[in-house]
Structure formats: C-alpha cells, structure tokens
C-alpha cells in the first residue's frame, strides 16, 4: 500500500489547479452577491415622497430543487422468495443565470448521493455525483451574435468512497480482498477549462467547440494506476480541443429530455479515441412535487477502461423547489 506524496508534484501544477479553483469559487460567490443586495435602497427625508421611478428587471434569475428518492422492499413468509432492501437518495441541484446586452452567464451546481442495503448486507453506495459548471458568453455583433465566445470550465468528482465489490481491477501482483476500494473525494476528479465559440439557434439547442484543457485528479496515491496518474504525481495535464452539445427540450406536457455529449480530443494522445460523455435525463412531472426520473449516462475514456461504461437510474421522487 502506499503512502500519500503529493507534495512531489510539480509546485507551478500544484499552485496553477489551486489558482484555477479559487477563480471559480470566485465566480460562484460573485453570482450570489447581486441577490443579497436586491431590495436594497438608500433612506430619504421623511416628509418627501419618494421620486417616481422604473422597475427594472433583475438581470439575474435563480433556480434551485431538493430531491428525494427511495424504495423498501419487505417479505415474511414469502412462498415466492425475495430480497429485503431499502434504497434512498437526495439530490440537490441549483443554477443562477444573467444575461446582460453583451454578457451571458451561467453557474451550475449538481449533488446527489444515494445508498442501497439489501438484506444482511451492509449499506451500499448507489448514487455519488458532485458537478460544478460555470460558462461566460460574449454576444457581440454580426459575426459574435452568431456564434459567441465563451469560457467555460466544469468539475466533476464524488462525495464518499466507493468499492469494487467483484473483482481486484487493479493489474499488479498485491493480492487484494473484495471489497476494494476504487475511488473517493478528488479521487478521481475531472477539472476541464474550454475557450471557444458557442452556437445556439434555438432556445432548446447548444453547441459549443473550442480548445481546451483538462485535468485529471486524484488525491490518493494508491488509486492513481487506476486513472493512469503517475504514482509521484496527482493529476495527469492534458491539452487538446472540446466538443460540447446539448439539447434541453419538452418532448411532450410534462415530459423533458435533457442530453448533454461531451467530446475531448488530447492532443497528449493524438493516436487514441477521444474521451466521451453522453448524458441523458427524461423527467416526468406529476404534479408540482411528484415526479419519476429516467437517466442514462455512457462514458468512454481509455484511460480509465477499454470498455464503455454505462450507468441507468429509473427512480419516483418528491422535490421541492427552493428557490
């Protein structure tokens, strides 16, 4: 086993993700500071009527929902068979948009953690997922109202460790025992920063091209060979160019289809197949807080596995909006 080193890494990678990240929270925050000053106005005399004025609009807008959902499956004297299990989730997921003449932006965030226990069996992790996404778009004239330049950058990692519980898919000569730890918090995370120009000709339709950084991260030094890190190092540094296309649209009352593929060609590795992420969530609303998800997410990154790996939920929730 081995023991934590990233002090090893280089210092200018090490204080370049730092910076990089600091800018964004940055961002994140300067978002929220035009909320808390709304409604804010100075004093004026008491006996002078306050001078007519327009209402402008707020240029930002905010959305924010809590999600919860679950499943419990109980048998006694069950002729047929089966399995006791409980399984449960909560997400939370939230985005504040502006949008000004010439300047548009957008800041995301995506939570979600879920546990599955199956009759004597301890709680299982399910559902990990911790997304931060932000995009600044310049809407310019002619050319630049068309197609817009823009800066984007995403984070993407988990919350809590998670297991292997089938096999060892680590290919060395330790003989380890299921289950075997496989990843955790910044183990792995991928950080990538995009500048390219973005087209949208629909309210319901995005496509974004550009050059591209990305970053693969991994804090515990005995899961880099997992993610091909170097073992004295904690992340791997990659440049090449991102494609980026979303649809986001009501394919019927009450039924919206959102996908999002991602493709990310290195130029580290010109000879092998882009990293891909295709994502797909179709919700279907009920009422103003019932409704049933279906999501389907493909990825492909050879880094990691030769395979394409695939992830399906189909869940019933109740959601709240909060803001």
Request: proline content about 6%; cysteine-free.
């Amino acid at each position: 086993m081995y023991t934590d080193t990233s002090d090893s890494a280089p210092q200018a990678l090490r204080y370049g993700f730092a910076w990089a990240s600091g800018l964004f929270i940055t961002m994140l925050l300067m978002s929220v500071l035009p909320l808390v000053a709304q409604g804010q106005s100075l004093p004026t005399a008491p006996d002078e009527p306050d001078p007519p004025q327009e209402e402008e609009p707020h240029p930002w807008t905010y959305d924010m929902g809590l999600r919860f959902s679950g499943s419990q499956a109980a048998y006694s004297n069950w002729q047929e068979g089966g399995l006791q299990s409980v399984a449960f989730s909560v997400a939370l997921t939230g985005e504040a948009r502006r949008a000004t003449e010439h300047l548009a932006q957008m800041y995301r965030g995506d939570f979600r953690i879920g546990f599955l226990n199956q009759q004597s069996e301890p709680f299982r992790k399910s559902e990990d997922v911790l997304r931060l996404q932000m995009a600044q778009r310049y809407i310019g004239d002619d050319f630049f109202k068309l197609f817009n330049p823009t800066f984007a950058s995403v984070l993407r990692t988990q919350f809590v460790k998670g297991f292997n519980y089938d096999e060892d898919p680590f290919d060395d000569d330790v003989n380890r025992e299921t289950p075997v730890l496989v990843s955790n918090f910044l183990s792995p995370a991928f950080f990538t920063q995009s500048l390219g120009l973005t087209y949208e000709p629909a309210s319901w339709y995005m496509l974004r091209a550009g050059g591209a950084m990305k970053q693969t991260i991994v804090k515990d030094q005995e899961l880099r060979p997992l993610y091909d890190v170097d073992t004295n190092d904690f992340l791997r540094l990659e440049a090449g160019a991102e494609l980026n296309n979303v649809v986001d649209v009501e394919i019927m009352e009450n039924v919206r289809w959102r996908s999002t593929l991602n493709v990310f060609f290195s130029f580290n590795e010109i000879e092998s197949p882009p990293d891909v992420t295709w994502e797909n969530n179709v919700s279907l609303r009920v009422n103003d807080w019932l409704s049933t998800e279906l999501e389907f997410v493909a990825l492909y990154n050879e880094n990691v596995s030769d395979a394409v790996q695939i992830k399906e939920v189909l869940s019933v929730g109740v959601t709240f909006s909060l803001i």
